[in-house]
């Protein structure tokens, strides 16, 4: 049985985690081994997208690709303003990446834009768009056991295009992790060019502007000092930037504040608009 990872915009609600582990037990052929965990995404395609292209490599790099399944669900209807009948969202597509990893969820916004050069195959399943607001509980359990217990030939699948899945371009708010650091989709090969390291590069996100300083890594510069720099995400080759600054939080002798990349812009949310 494949391992399975659920990235989705509802993951931090431990009833909605129970309600789907309950759910998709309930279809698997032998459930005893169940191994199945829960990556939190904010209500944006463009941060779920992130998340899934970062547990991706990952488990590339690291783990078992061909071992894992991976359901994705961040479906906030951006494709209409106005009313649906029976909830209906987007329609559930299947990916086979290169590696291995199998990766199933309904095609919304840039939900899959992160991992479209790593898609292999790409299937369309019908059923799964409507008929429930709680889809990851009501429709998709039997298709995800299914796939995890490797009965993907009785499945009754529609080839398509990977055209379907749009292309990503632009410069977003990625993720913001514990500590405060701004993770963002602007690649190092971005900047090259164009900046020298110790240069001061302006930031805007969220309209608040700011200088901070491109160094080579996250302690490149002085405590509590804005700094851009090469993060730990992306592809090893041109990775994406972050934007932060480091703190010794409670360790501090100073007393100084703890302050970090979320300090600097107050309120900042993954898919924000970044400008430079």
Same mark, same amino acid.
């Given at each position: 049985?494949?391992?399975?990872?659920?990235?989705?915009?509802?993951? !931090?609600?431990?009833?909605?985690?129970?309600?789907?582990?309950?759910?998709?037990?309930?279809?698997?052929?032998?459930?005893?081994?169940?191994?199945?965990?829960?990556?939190?995404?904010?209500?944006?395609?463009? !941060?779920?997208?992130?998340?899934?292209?970062?547990?991706?490599?990952?488990? *590339?790099?690291?783990?078992?690709?061909?071992?894992?399944?991976?359901?994705?669900?961040?479906?906030?209807?951006?494709?209409?303003?106005?009313?649906?009948?029976?909830?209906?969202?987007?329609?559930?597509?299947?990916?086979?990446?290169?590696?291995?990893?199998?990766?199933?969820?309904?095609?919304?916004?840039?939900?899959?834009?992160?991992?479209?050069?790593?898609?292999?195959?790409?299937?369309?399943?019908?059923?799964?768009?409507?008929?429930?607001?709680?889809?990851?509980?009501?429709?998709?359990?039997?298709?995800?056991?299914?796939?995890?217990?490797?009965?993907?030939?009785?499945?009754?699948?529609? *080839?398509?295009?990977?055209?379907?899945?749009? *292309?990503?371009?632009?410069?977003?708010?990625? !993720?913001?992790?514990?500590?405060?650091?701004?993770?963002?989709?602007?690649?190092?090969?971005?900047?090259?060019?164009?900046?020298?390291?110790?240069?001061?590069?302006?930031?805007?996100?969220?309209?608040?502007?700011?200088?901070?300083?491109?160094?080579?890594?996250?302690?490149?510069?002085?405590?509590?000092?804005?700094?851009?720099?090469?993060?730990?995400?992306?592809?090893?080759?041109?990775?994406?930037?972050?934007?932060?600054?480091?703190?010794?939080?409670?360790?501090?002798?100073?007393?100084?504040?703890?302050?970090?990349?979320?300090?600097?812009?107050?309120?900042?949310?993954?898919?924000?608009?970044?400008?430079?």
């Amino acid at each position: 049985m494949k391992r399975l990872i659920v990235v989705g915009d509802y993951c !931090h609600d431990t009833l909605v985690c129970q309600e789907l582990r309950s759910a998709v037990t309930g279809f698997l052929k032998d459930p005893t081994n169940l191994q199945m965990s829960f990556v939190h995404s904010y209500p944006s395609t463009i !941060h779920t997208s992130f998340l899934l292209n970062q547990v991706v490599q990952t488990e *590339e790099r690291y783990g078992v690709p061909r071992e894992l399944l991976i359901f994705v669900n961040t479906d906030p209807r951006i494709a209409g303003e106005v009313g649906v009948a029976k909830a209906e969202g987007a329609k559930g597509v299947i990916l086979k990446l290169a590696s291995g990893v199998t990766v199933i969820g309904p095609n919304a916004g840039f939900c899959f834009s992160f991992v479209k050069s790593k898609i292999e195959t790409l299937y369309t399943y019908d059923g799964l768009e409507k008929g429930s607001q709680f889809r990851s509980r009501d429709l998709y359990p039997p298709v995800i056991a299914y796939l995890m217990d490797y009965l993907d030939n009785e499945m009754d699948l529609s *080839e398509a295009d990977r055209a379907v899945v749009p *292309e990503y371009r632009g410069m977003h708010v990625a !993720h913001v992790d514990n500590y405060g650091n701004i993770k963002t989709t602007i690649r190092h090969s971005d900047l090259k060019g164009k900046y020298e390291y110790g240069d001061v590069v302006e930031v805007v996100i969220g309209g608040k502007k700011e200088k901070a300083t491109y160094v080579d890594n996250l302690f490149g510069g002085g405590v509590g000092n804005l700094v851009i720099y090469p993060g730990s995400s992306g592809e090893p080759d041109d990775v994406y930037l972050e934007i932060s600054a480091w703190s010794h939080f409670a360790d501090s002798k100073s007393g100084m504040k703890p302050k970090t990349g979320k300090d600097f812009f107050p309120g900042v949310t993954p898919g924000e608009p970044i400008a430079l």
